[in-house]
């Protein structure tokens, strides 16, 4: 299995794609968190934000984009023709000949990905975080730990619910519209919780319990969020690998 | 011209996934309506209506490499990328107006393809449909936002003026590149 | 006719294409020889119109093949792949390229069968066997009847029996007046087509003549490439 991850690592990190989506996701959060200082400032001076505390996680949202891309590339990195004289050789045609048991393959590329979005998670959460205390003082509370923890943990489940739909859906398209859409201002799933409280429960609403006190409505507790979040992830995952080792590739 | 339009038409319609993309849309539409969000439902079928666009200008840089057979059919570029444009237009601006009717805001249908238009601009400069797909997205959904939220002060410019700059940008790139 | 003159292209820092320069007759089957990235598909985009040259011209019956009005009709391409876009059918990746000429419908089912693809025409382009899709890139070359075939390495992908109805196709042509340009790096298959041969290393024209001027006195088209080309050892 190490082995598996150590290729899985070193193919990833060999492709174009993966960097944007890696210093995508660690160079946004930052950034937003600077440029929309004074906004949030106001907001918070407004009293907008119930809980001043959430105001400083919210940067980070944008910052999720470099985690999903990772996520789709992971998979659709496979998917890619080798080169115009050859539209119907993939790379997973390689990847296959060098790992055939298909599950290991799942689960390696799971990990790979986990540690990845861990280390970019943790990284932006960090800076984002700390540059949040030197641009809006006193005015935001020191972030605890947990919620930390919280937040990265996040964006390591979106990436692999991008992964695990790029599993089932085989397209980067979808996946991508599905999940920029749900992370955006119009997203389906908040939607949803309008028409149906049930709909707090989606994996990516629940998730943000884990991190941020004022979402919707609902109240959920952190560890249950965490729980939920996980669930789904695991279950679709595993939707995706059963199809993946199934299929013809 | 017209047999390079007739041909960029052709294209459109035999093609399964923007037909895909177009009922995906319309069906988007109707449902988000239901739940009457407090945008209303415009911003969702933007949403199909910027896949639509990348996918009908992305589609050529699909593996397979159909552009090169596309320049040696027509090799006149600007006179092909005039082509691709008014086929754009003239298929799927039938269903962009069925979405904002769908919507309950047929007003929309002028801003809507000017967004069509932007998505195929991004895409023809990008050539990557996957890649255009996250940065018209992101583009729209989140950074749009974001700015009118977080910087009220910025004054964007109205969307014809980035529509227009976006195709003229891929008119250019479009007829210097080396396909 | 095509007249090639002084084509000279440079990619970043490195030379692709140096004062590239021959004709192509017509009745005439010209073989374009080259080592592996010595500049024959370089060449050949820039006659088609898809790369641009820094300097010197490439032409087809005197005209650049990006101002012709209707170019299928002029030159027929055959370049690596099909260019279909692999979900749609072979009958409807013709049609488009028809309509884009102006060239009637009827003339789609013609070259299928021309090419033997009649059959698997409502196939979606992706699920094509390399073979069959060199046959439907052929099929595209072929939709406009055109006097002038370009060819890059057409019997790539192609069974022995594929490979045999090639050459006698190249040889048809060209003797129907047809002006035919192929690129190769087989010799053998090369010394039993082509009249005229054209021999291009690291992006120069080192050998341009009959195919028996260019042979010489060496023993096969073969010795005669490796003579001119070998000169720092196995390129590939």
Redesign the interface.
Known sequence: MVSQVRAELLKLLSLPTAWVGLVLGLIAAPALALVSAGGTRRAIENGFHADASDAAFQPLGIGLLGALILGVVVMSSEYTSTGDDSPGARQLQATLAAMPRRWRLVAAKAVTLSLLVTVQGTITAVVTLALNRVVLGDLVPAAAPGRVAGAVLYWVLMGLLAYALMLIFRNGIVTLTVLILNISVVSFSYLLTKVTPLAAYLPDIVGTHMFLNEVGDVRIAPLTAGVVMTGWVVALLGLGGWMFDRRDP | M???V???V??LV????PAITVALTWAVTVL?RQ?D?P?GAV??SQ?GVL?LG??AAG??Y?????I??????????PLLFAAKTVALLVTAGPAVFVAALLAGEPGATGGLLLDLLLAAGVATIVRH???A??VV??AY???V??IR????DVALPPAPVWSAAIIAAAAVTFHRR?? | MITIEGLTRVRGRARVLHEVGFTARPGRVTGFLGPNGAGKTSTLRVLLGLDRPQAGRALIDGRRYADLERPLTVAGALLDGSGAHRSRTARAHLRWMAASNGLPKGRVDEVLELVGLAPEAGKRAGKYSLGMSRRLGLAAALLGDPPVLILDEPVNGLDPAGIRWMRAFLRDSAAEGRTVLLSSHLMGELAETADDVVIIDHGTVVADGTLAEVVGEHATLEDAFLARTAGEGASW
């Open positions: 017209i047999g390079a007739k041909a960029e052709s294209k035999t093609l399964p996934s988000v739940a969000p945008g911003p969702y949403a896949v990348v996918l589609h050529e699909q593996r397979g490499g159909q090169r057979a596309t320049l040696l059919a027509v090799p006149r570029r449909p996957v890649g797909t996250a997205l992101t959904q989140i950074v936002p974001l939220n977080g910087l009220p080396d396909a």
